[in-house]
């Protein structure tokens, strides 16, 4: 599966996370990790360590990269203002 959303001069703008968000990002202790994973997505939304994917029902478009092996961020991407919002951070094995 190929996401289509790769920026090349522009790097793509990743909204404020919601209090919740930062709530579990800090939960499970993944400050640091989070912020390199945000950091590399808004770069290259296709780098490999990411496992950017779809996730189903395709028709929500809904998708998520890994932050790390156990936990994964959800995100929507709003084509019209080239911006991505994440939300919420699950383990991956749910």
């Known amino acids: 599966m190929k996401v289509t ?3 090349h001069k522009n790097m793509l703008q990743i909204l404020p996370c919601s209090k919740i968000v930062l709530k579990k990002i800090k939960a499970f202790g ?3 990790k989070f912020n390199k994973q ?3 997505f808004s770069q ?3 780098h490999p360590s990411l496992h950017t994917e779809l996730l189903l029902p395709k028709e929500y478009g809904i998708y998520s ?3 790390d092996q ?3 961020a959800l995100f929507i991407f709003r ?3 080239n911006t991505v919002e994440i939300l ?3 383990s991956h094995y749910q």
Do not use: A, Q, W
């Open 70 to 72: 156990k936990y994964r």
């Open 79 to 81: 084509k019209e203002k």
């Open 38 to 40: 945000v950091t590399l």
């Open 44 to 46: 290259d939304s296709r």
């Open 30 to 32: 993944l400050e640091k």
């Open 5 to 7: 959303f790769l920026v």
């Open 65 to 67: 990269f890994r932050v």
């Open 88 to 90: 919420n951070i699950t």
